[in-house]
């Protein structure tokens, strides 16, 4: 990695936020046994004792202590317990240049061994007794505390891979910036390209190369993480929601969501219990 891209890595994460939703320890038994859940945040699990078990991205993972687990956010999840089990669980969001998921560019393991049991429930302790506090020292120390957690996960990334990663977030900075300012109006694919100075099927064509999307299904996508976050946080009605994130129709915005999430909205709504316990 040159000096130029090594500046380029530590301006993006340097200016990484991290919000944090909920920090508990609680004991699960058979009752933790959830399907098809579609969460608009990231979620940390650490043991103590016992077992579960998770299914996502095509895998299944056996929760263990001795272990740190990383899952994703907008992902189907099935979450299952045979038997009781202690854990420290976080739910968060991680965000690069005003709301960007920085997990949707760096793609950090699933789950990592921990190397000092010790130190991490240390840390989980202090976070769990900081968090709900409102002293400046305390939020920056939660803050910190939750830095040296996330980071955890991508120990595994090659400086390679971050690099390239960073480098194209970098290049396409102002159209990113755009999209987060702007996804719930109608934004064209020549409006975004002219941004770069680039011509509109190139940039489509380069954008997807990077990102693994086309720039048009990145903003409707940016749409219904939104809709989600509306529909667990507020008491707005789906028709509203629909108008918030950018459809008159609400008929179609039903149809998006659903493709994008599993469920229709008003299910996804009837979730909330779970999905943020």
């Known amino acids: 990695m040159d000096i130029i891209q090594v500046f380029a890595v530590k301006e993006i994460l340097s200016n990484l936020k991290i919000w944090i939703h909920k920090v508990d320890y609680t004991v699960c038994g058979k009752s933790w046994n959830f399907r098809n859940i579609n969460s608009p945040f990231a979620r940390f699990y650490y043991l103590e004792y016992g077992e579960g078990e998770v299914e996502h991205s095509g895998k299944v993972f056996k929760l263990r202590p001795g272990y740190a ?97 960073i480098a194209a977030v970098v290049r396409f900075k102002k159209a990113l910036h755009y999209i987060e300012e702007h996804f719930t109006e109608d934004i064209t694919l020549t409006q975004l390209a002219d941004l770069m100075h680039l011509q509109p099927t190139y940039f489509s064509n380069l954008f997807c190369s990077y990102f693994s999307i086309p720039p048009m299904q990145y903003i409707t996508r940016k749409r219904i993480e939104k809709a989600q976050n509306l529909l667990i946080s507020s008491e707005y009605s789906v028709n509203e929601i629909a108008a918030r994130t950018g459809y008159e129709d609400v008929f179609y915005f039903s149809r998006l969501f659903r493709k994008y999430s599993g469920s229709s909205p008003k299910h996804y709504r009837k979730q909330k219990l779970y999905l943020v316990n």
């Open 69 to 165: 687990y990383f899952l994703p956010s907008r992902e189907p999840l099935h979450l299952s317990c045979s038997s009781e089990h202690g854990q420290y669980y976080i739910h968060f969001n991680a965000e690069i240049l005003n709301g960007i998921d920085i997990f949707q560019f760096l793609h950090p393991a699933h789950q990592v061994k921990v190397k000092d049991n010790e130190y991490i429930k240390k840390l989980l302790k202090n976070l769990l007794e900081k968090y709900y506090k409102t002293e400046t020292s305390d939020i920056l120390e939660s803050q910190g505390i939750m830095r040296i957690l996330v980071s955890l996960f991508f120990s595994e990334i090659t400086e390679t891979q971050s690099s390239q990663k």
